[in-house]
């Protein structure tokens, strides 16, 4: 059975009338004893890509952002779904399965099933399998397998990869979407975190509807390289502004027939998520992470800037102060969607480098340069770096967009009081902690091998305590 689990592919179990996993299998919110899986039924076996040119072609530099999203690129089917699962070091095998759970058209046909009494810092294998209602046969079937956290006294190397901002205007590899979900593999992370823009409604195609947002959601999860990778890797996710409603949005605002408050249900029903959207989660003795929620709580940016105006609301705030001062981890990460430090762009203000945000900005700059080793990684910003505050020394670390196609919007360029380290291309970046030791890489595309599952690394930074 341990063979069957780590082997079964979607084709092997396809049967004609469905329903299918086209969408794959996303495996989010992993500690040491828990996960959520992610599975929704398709009514095909993969997405509709000739629909429209830009699902395998991008956006050309020509083209305009407009256009409507399909809503029927991959249409969900009523069905139930099975997940096998089992901690590949058991000297025995030992099997567990849940229920057949039944998903229909209530919440775009997702269904997100908790996994509880896990071990902690384990690989688990497992099997999802999909049926018609009522029938006993399987008619598809994906397997992959996911990480849990170790305890916090685990002292092995972790390994994590952070990215942000995609969307099928950028996609490089066609069908297969990101090529950079297919060198993310090549780091053999540990765990995934992607810090928002995941899709963008108000870019082509437009999605104005909850049908069409569901619709982009669906798309991009069905592209090769983008499901693959989260078959096998354990996920994290956080939302910003366009996988919200619209470019720098705040509470109360509408995108076409979109309110705010179906925004934020799109998000948690989209992506595996427990009950909030902000959270830590510490991966042995070194690692700890917060994962901040930048748009539910926060002010209007047009608001003028005081003691008030806030990006992070008081009681996540005060959670964030709290938590960090309390963990032991000899180095701490928060994990944001927009920067702390910057510099950013010229024109912005939306995040807690710019001018709008300034009182709060500061104060977290503050607090993080008053305690010991608490690094900033940032996503939104459409370039990579890493920068220093020149008045705090706070380091933040710019992941950067998925990969070099979504470099658009411009960029601050190389600013030598602020940058060790600077670049205006796209892809990942990856922190290790080992031997007590951190280092930051960022990673891309190699000019001369573009299509190399290996991604070429553009710089190293050590993050060295105080």
């Known amino acids: 059975m341990l063979k069957m689990l780590a082997l079964v592919s979607l084709a092997a179990f396809a049967q004609a009338g469905g329903p299918y996993l086209a969408n794959g299998v996303r495996v989010g919110e992993v500690d040491q004893d828990s996960a959520i ?20 072609e991008g956006l050309g530099a020509d083209d305009k952002d ?21 901690a590949v070091t058991d000297q025995a095998p ?25 071990k902690p810092g384990a690989t688990y294998t497992y099997l999802v399998r ?27 190397p972790i390994r994590f990869i952070v990215t942000t901002c995609q969307a099928v205007r950028s996609i490089d590899s066609g069908a297969a979407g990101h090529h950079t979900y297919q060198q993310m593999l090549a780091f053999d992370p540990h765990f995934f975190v992607h810090t928002g823009d995941i899709v963008y409604y108000d870019k082509a195609p437009l999605a104005k509807t909850v049908a069409e947002a569901r619709a982009k959601w669906n798309l991009m999860f069905a592209y090769g390289h983008n499901r693959d990778f989260h078959l096998n890797v354990s ?13 720098d949005c705040w509470p109360g605002q509408t995108y076409g027939d979109i309110t705010w408050e179906e925004g934020l249900a799109l998000f948690r029903e989209q992506v595996p998520m427990g009950e909030k959207t902000y959270r830590t989660i510490r991966w042995g003795r070194d690692v700890q992470v917060w994962m901040t929620e930048n748009r539910d709580f926060r002010s209007a940016n047009t608001a003028p800037d005081g003691p008030d105006k806030t990006i992070l609301g008081a009681k996540q705030k005060a959670w964030l102060k709290r938590t960090i001062k309390a963990s032991d981890a000899k180095y701490k990460f928060i994990i944001t969607p927009g920067p702390i430090v910057g510099p950013d762009k010229p024109g912005k203000n939306d995040n807690h480098s710019n001018e709008g945000f300034l009182h709060e900005g ?20 459409h370039w990579q770096y890493c920068s220093v505050d020149p008045r705090t020394g706070v380091v933040e670390l710019g992941c950067g967009p ?6 658009y919007g411009g960029d601050p360029g190389y600013q030598p009081e602020w940058h060790r380290f600077f670049s205006e291309k796209g892809g990942f970046m990856g922190i290790t ?23 070429m690394m553009r710089h190293r930074e050590r993050l060295g305590t105080k």
């Open 37 to 56: 899986m992610w599975i929704r039924t398709t009514a095909a076996p993969q997405a509709d890509f000739g629909m429209l040119p830009i699902f395998t």
């Open 66 to 86: 407009e256009g409507s999203m399909p809503a029927d690129v991959l249409p969900g089917m009523s069905g139930e779904v099975q997940v096998q699962y089992m």
């Open 94 to 118: 030992n099997i567990q399965d849940t229920d057949w759970i039944p998903v229909d058209n209530d919440g775009d046909f997702v269904a997100q099933i908790p996994l509880t009494n896990l």
């Open 130 to 156: 999909a049926r018609a209602s009522g029938r006993d046969e399987a008619t598809a079937g994906v397997s992959g397998q996911f990480q849990t956290a170790p305890d916090p006294s685990d002292d092995r």
């Open 235 to 247: 996920s994290y996710f956080m939302k910003d502004d366009h996988d919200t409603l619209v470019n």
């Open 362 to 381: 500061q104060e977290l700059r503050d607090f993080i340069a008053s305690q010991e080793n608490v690094f900033v990684i940032t996503g939104d910003r």
């Open 402 to 407: 998925i990969n070099d196609e979504h470099n």
């Open 433 to 455: 902690v080992e031997n007590g030791e951190a280092r930051a890489e960022w990673f891309g595309r190699d000019p001369d091998y573009a299509k190399s599952p290996v991604p």
